[in-house]
């Protein structure tokens, strides 16, 4: 189980698929380690190597190949080794842990785009992750229109989602953009629509008010 040491902390950065979690990952990575905090960077579906085997049957290939309730259980099993391996032995050794995606991308995708519900992503979630949480996740919102062509001009086999279309991209975006505004305290809605610059900016700034730290762009 997570023992946490005073100091460290968990951030997520989540959202629709394109909305730039990765380059504003890496961008808060280096900048909280050029403050010397002792930080590492990591994702779902992934972050551990069993994880990282499971990531490679979820991302790619055919959509129809598994049914949302076999994804949810596929990525709850990644989340268990990403939590036991990486994420609480971070934790433990009083480093912070940014991750690029946590569950509510499980809650989103899963449990409103792909009709699981939200009632049985908890029960799952309660079994695999007991009552840890993130200290704070970083929604990125964008227009799906916009954020799937981004996605899709960046190419790749890691496209099975962007393949379930437009209708569904945007039952993920209502979901995110609801779990942000239903959790102000723990949850930032941040506008992705914006440059990187922009956007790092207004990351970095909900970083200093609601965990005291100062970061420099
Ligand atoms: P990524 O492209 O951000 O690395 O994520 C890979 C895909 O995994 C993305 O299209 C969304 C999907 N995913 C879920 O459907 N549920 C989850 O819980 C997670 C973490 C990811």
């Known amino acids: 189980?997570?023992?946490?040491?005073?100091?460290?902390?968990?951030?997520?950065?989540?959202?629709?698929?394109?909305?730039?979690?990765?380059?504003?990952?890496?961008?808060?990575?280096?900048?909280?380690?050029?403050?010397?905090?002792?930080?590492?960077?990591?994702?779902?579906?992934?972050?551990?190597?069993?994880?990282?085997?499971?990531?490679?049957?979820?991302?790619?290939?055919?959509?129809?190949?598994?049914?949302?309730?076999?994804?949810?259980?596929?990525?709850?099993?990644?989340?268990?080794?990403?939590?036991?391996?990486?994420?609480?032995?971070?934790?433990?050794?009083?480093?912070?842990?940014?991750?690029?995606?946590?569950?509510?991308?499980?809650?989103?995708?899963?449990?409103?785009?792909?009709?699981?519900?939200?009632?049985?992503?908890?029960l799952v979630h309660h079994l695999v992750v007991g009552s840890f949480k993130p200290d704070l996740t970083l929604i990125l919102d964008l227009d799906p229109a916009i954020s799937l062509r981004r996605a899709q001009q960046r190419g790749g086999h890691e496209d099975r989602f962007e393949k379930k279309g437009l209708s569904y991209q945007e039952k993920v975006r209502g979901a995110f953009r609801m779990l942000a505004l239903k959790s102000p305290q723990t949850h930032a809605l941040i506008d992705a629509s914006e440059t990187v610059e922009q956007v790092q900016a207004r990351i970095f700034d909900e970083i200093k008010k609601r965990l005291g730290i100062e970061l420099n762009r």
Request: proline share 2%.
């Open 1 to 122: 189980m997570n023992t946490r040491q005073s100091g460290a902390g968990f951030i997520v950065i989540d959202g629709v698929d394109g909305a730039g979690k990765g380059v504003q990952s890496r961008l808060l990575f280096d900048a909280m380690q050029a403050q010397g905090l002792e930080v590492i960077l990591s994702r779902e579906p992934g972050g551990s190597p069993g994880a990282e085997e499971i990531r490679r049957l979820i991302v790619a290939g055919d959509v129809e190949k598994w049914d949302s309730l076999t994804e949810l259980l596929l990525i709850y099993a990644a989340r268990r080794s990403h939590l036991v391996d990486t994420i609480w032995p971070a934790l433990s050794a009083g480093k912070w842990v940014i991750s690029d995606r946590f569950a509510d991308s499980s809650r989103a995708f899963q449990g409103v785009a792909g009709d699981v519900g939200l009632e049985q992503v908890e």
